[in-house]
């Protein structure tokens, strides 16, 4: 049974910083490429960041220079650091995994971060 559970969401202030985890298991985490998705009231989901089975990384404009993501294959986790928040930046955030080769996508349940002005 595939699992991604998020974890490290809540309440900051906006310059604040929040460190997201996700935490996989059922899979072989290294053969996945990985990101974070988010998706705020009334708009669609976007791009925050993917980082692909080899490590490289992609992010969403709106947050390139303050947020950064990693993985740890050795933990199955996922990790976003998030620097400098601001309100804009308030949404469910959601741990994506897509299959290498069979483009199998899972999601998480999603997180919450509400960034107060």
């Known amino acids: 049974q595939v699992q991604l559970v998020e974890s490290g969401g809540g309440l900051v202030q906006a310059g604040g910083s929040l460190r997201l985890s996700c935490a996989a298991s059922?899979?072989?985490?290294?053969?996945?490429?990985m990101g974070w998705y988010r998706q705020a009231p009334g708009k669609q989901r976007e791009l925050v960041a993917v980082?692909?089975?080899?490590?490289?990384?992609n992010y969403g404009d709106s947050v390139k220079g303050r947020f950064t993501l990693s993985r740890d294959n050795a933990e199955n986790t996922l990790y976003l650091q998030m620097n400098s928040l601001k309100p804009e930046d308030t949404a469910v955030y959601y741990c994506n995994g897509q299959e290498n080769f069979s483009l199998r996508t899972y999601w998480g349940q999603g997180t919450q971060v509400t960034v107060s002005s």
């Open positions: 059922g899979i072989i985490f290294s053969g996945f490429n």
């Open positions: 980082i692909s089975s080899g490590g490289r990384t």
